[in-house]
């Protein structure tokens, strides 16, 4: 494409889905400057921010994942193998069996003689749930709606999704892109799509005449310390140092959720393992 005369964010379009808006509009903007190094060199950073709060998800999250496959490993072994033994002892008692062992019994007949079917349909209801959610939006936004009331979730969807927007919207209104554009190119990187119905909105409020500030004010989403700091930037004319440390604030709120988020399951995996071990001794014992 270069060698027939295309400029190179021409070239790009075909690889959209591949390489996304952001790196694009970068390309479109270091084009338009002359300063495509410059344009290159900031999308790096970008991406690179990016990436490292995918990558400290991840490590945040690997404690409680690995101690949840203990459980389920430790689980299937005692209903496959111990709960077994006992239930030829209760069968021969011919007594009325308390509810923790008759639900400890249901849960071995059904993993032992039906487990295979049971893991089937929950695999087949997954893929049936992620093709809804690829390809009904409706469905997909209910989704992410519930996903913005759950415990933990929501605040960790609400600062990762807040924290990247505000980073490429500084870069790119640093870079020299018009507000409305750069409004665009940002929005257009949020998964949430509650967030993104949200922020939309600002772009609307901008293109009417409306301030920045007043837009993102009437999201809701923005604590009152923010519009002002933005609404500063916008009367001195320092809008896109202003929005730089608005990002660097909600890059700050992440990172604290990402390093107290182990902290912050270690309950609800207590209260799990805890249920697992009354249900066992219960149903055993009693």
């Known amino acids: 494409d270069l060698n027939s005369g295309h400029s190179l964010s021409r070239s790009m379009e075909n690889f959209r889905f591949e390489l996304g808006n952001l790196t694009i509009a970068m390309v479109q903007l270091g084009e338009q400057t002359g300063n495509l190094d410059q344009s290159l060199y900031s999308l790096a950073d970008m991406l690179e ?10 490590k945040a999250m690997a404690y409680p994942r690995n101690v949840m496959i203990a459980m389920a490993v430790a689980f299937t072994i005692l209903i496959s193998y111990v709960v077994p033994q ?5 069968e021969e008692l011919g007594a009325d069996l308390p509810l923790p062992t008759q639900i400890l019994l249901t849960l071995e007949h059904l993993f032992n003689n039906y487990g295979p079917y049971v893991l089937a349909v929950l695999f087949i209801s997954f893929m049936i749930f992620k093709y809804l959610i690829n390809n009904y939006r409706h469905i997909k936004y209910a989704w992410h709606a519930f996903l913005l ?11 990762a999704t807040l924290s990247r927007f505000t980073l490429v919207f500084a870069e790119l209104i640093r870079a020299g892109i018009p507000i409305a554009d750069a409004l665009d190119t940002a929005i257009a990187m949020i998964d949430s ?3 993104k119905s949200q922020l939309l909105s600002v772009r609307s409020t901008v293109e009417k005449g409306g301030t920045l500030n007043q837009g993102l004010k009437d999201t809701g989403l923005f604590e009152n310390m923010i519009i002002q700091m933005i609404s500063a930037g916008e009367d001195s004319g320092s809008l896109d140092s202003m929005i730089s440390k608005v990002a660097d604030y909600y890059k700050m709120r992440f990172d604290a959720i990402i390093a107290g988020l182990s902290e912050a399951i270690e309950p609800i995996m207590l209260f799990i393992i805890a249920s697992m071990v009354i249900l066992l001794a219960l149903g055993i014992f009693l």
């Open 49 to 58: 921010e990016i990436r490292a709060n995918v990558v400290k998800f991840k």
């Open 86 to 90: 006992f239930k030829a002892i209760f």
């Open 149 to 159: 009331k759950t415990y933990l979730i929501k605040n960790l969807i609400k600062f």
């Open 193 to 195: 799509l509650p967030l």
